[in-house]
């Protein structure tokens, strides 16, 4: 038999490329989706030689409302379903709101939030006529708490939390499943591209101790795999959500303003 395919969309770097090797190593035939074709390519090549699978790299930027349908049309063109559908993709943005780039802003809505509905809407419906399959959707610990000076990414994080949350319970008749990935500070590029670096957030995540995405990637794989609905990798991390149920979020969003002032 065919092994089975994964979709994964921000597969070029960070956890996205580390969930590309958990599945890639455990047999699955994979479909990578990123901007950056030289790396994607490079990355799908030594996959393939690797693990003996095929790989599928796709160059898109989902920042662009079309490229979901292209993305879409290009996945029916292999004629294999998608077994797994990973939201992978997302970026975030460190800004005084009212001051923000608002192109940035909205490419970042248009990624974090309509690409992956729209992706998820599509493969969900065909996942649906056989019945079978599983969908990892990427938020983040930011998803339980409100984010001054990073209000819309939190935001945006929180929808994908609450929609995988639902969408789950809305397939619980039948056998697809829904997971939430809620990482926290993880060594990607996000920090850099967020315009996060000279928070005092990351200076205290680098305290703390911040998390390879490797071991990100093994733990969500995991987990998902056993079917975890939100899965939340590392003790810290854990600590920091359940301690949003003792406090008032107008104290928590007090503390988090506090935290991601720049130095």
């Known amino acids: 038999m065919e092994p089975k395919l994964a979709v994964i969309t921000g597969a070029s770097g960070g956890i996205g490329y580390e969930l590309a090797i958990q599945f890639a190593k455990n047999g699955y035939n994979l479909v990578l989706v990123a901007r950056r074709q030289q790396v994607l390519e490079q990355f799908a090549h030594e996959l393939t030689q690797q693990f003996k699978v095929k790989v599928y790299p796709i160059i898109l930027d989902l920042t662009i409302p079309e490229s979901i349908d292209i993305l879409y049309h290009q996945l029916k063109q292999l004629q294999q379903p998608a077994d797994v559908l990973v939201n992978n993709a997302g970026f975030g943005y460190f800004s005084f ?133 939100i899965i939340i990798p590392g003790f810290m991390n854990k600590i920091g959500v359940h301690a949003n149920r003792f406090f008032s979020r107008k104290f928590m969003t007090k503390v988090i303003h506090k935290m991601q002032v720049t130095l």
Do not use: W
């Open 97 to 229: 709101f009212p001051e923000s780039d608002i192109q940035k802003t909205l490419q970042m809505l248009q990624l974090n939030i309509i690409s992956l509905t729209h992706l998820t809407r599509l493969i969900s419906r065909d996942m649906l006529t056989r019945n079978s399959g599983k969908i990892m959707n990427v938020a983040s610990t930011a998803a339980f708490q409100p984010g001054p000076l990073m209000a819309v990414y939190y935001a945006s994080k929180a929808y994908v939390l609450s929609f995988s949350q639902a969408l789950n319970q809305e397939l619980k008749s039948s056998n697809i499943r829904v997971s939430a990935l809620c990482p926290g500070a993880t060594l990607t590029g996000f920090q850099e591209f967020a315009e996060l670096e000279n928070s005092k957030l990351m200076n205290r995540m680098r305290l703390m101790g911040i998390m390879n995405a490797d071991e990100v990637a093994r733990i969500a794989y995991k987990k998902f795999m056993r079917g975890k609905r």
